[in-house]
């Protein structure tokens, strides 16, 4: 196509498909490497690589391309130590609740509970917050358009980036977020999407025996 003052010229590689099976191949083995881990090790893990893993997020497609997240990177010990009090408290209150029973059996295999020991330990809180419409600097709004699968195609790039990079991490959803606006002071416009704890495992980590669906209970070629 022509280029005008709307485009530019697209920047693209093209691999041989002998290649493209192989680097194919290699994410995918690459990324069935990765497991949830809920046992951290405190050791710091240094800014720039976050910031890069960041950086990949942000590079998501999102609907119109308005980009509705963002990231706020906890590291502050004080402030870690409140999302886990809050935390702990909702998911007291989740995992007591008799109106929950069918959904705690069915957590049963991940072994999960209350207790989030992981929000302090962890070096760092990635909270990932969706922005529901665009706050302009006078004030007014800006529509924002697919927010729950722009912000979720995001945090996949964010998690393989993550995981490509050498660092384990957990997807996390307290089961109630709003406190996460409070304590890290985000404007309304914003609901909290998810906490991604990161660092690396914990040396005696363990995870739960579970698998992944088959490629014939997941792919129809039609
Ligand atoms: N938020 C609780 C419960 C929980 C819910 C789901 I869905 C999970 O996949 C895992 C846990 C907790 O994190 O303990």
């Known amino acids: 196509m022509e280029k005008t003052e709307f485009y530019s010229l697209l920047n693209y590689d093209e691999y041989p498909l002998r290649e493209m099976e192989k680097r194919s191949e290699e994410f995918y083995l690459e990324m069935k490497k990765r497991r949830t881990v809920r046992q951290f090790s405190d ?22 391309n308005m980009q509705p997240w963002s990231f706020v990177v906890v590291s502050d010990p004080e402030v870690k130590r409140q999302v886990r009090k809050e935390a702990e408290k909702t998911e007291r209150e989740f995992y007591n609740q008799r109106t ?12 999960t509970d209350e207790n989030k020991p992981f929000l302090e330990i962890a070096p760092y809180l990635i909270v990932i917050f969706a922005q529901r419409y665009g706050l302009l600097p006078d004030g007014s709004k800006r529509s924002h358009y697919y927010v729950n699968e722009s912000v979720g195609i995001s945090t996949g790039i964010l998690l393989s980036a993550l995981h490509y990079a050498g660092l384990t991490c957990l997807t996390y959803t307290p089961s109630k977020m709003g406190f996460l606006n409070h304590i890290l002071s985000r404007p309304s416009n914003e609901r909290p999407f998810l906490i991604m704890v990161v660092g690396y495992p914990d040396k005696d980590a363990v995870i739960p025996a579970i698998g992944k669906k088959s490629p014939e209970e997941i792919i129809k070629f039609v």
Do not use: F, H
Not at 100 to 107: I, Y
């Open 43 to 64: 050791r710091p893990v240094p800014r720039m690589i976050i910031e890069n893993c960041i950086r990949a997020a942000g590079t998501a497609p999102s609907g119109a």
């Open 100 to 111: 929950n029973l069918k959904w705690v059996e069915d957590l049963k295999p991940l072994r």
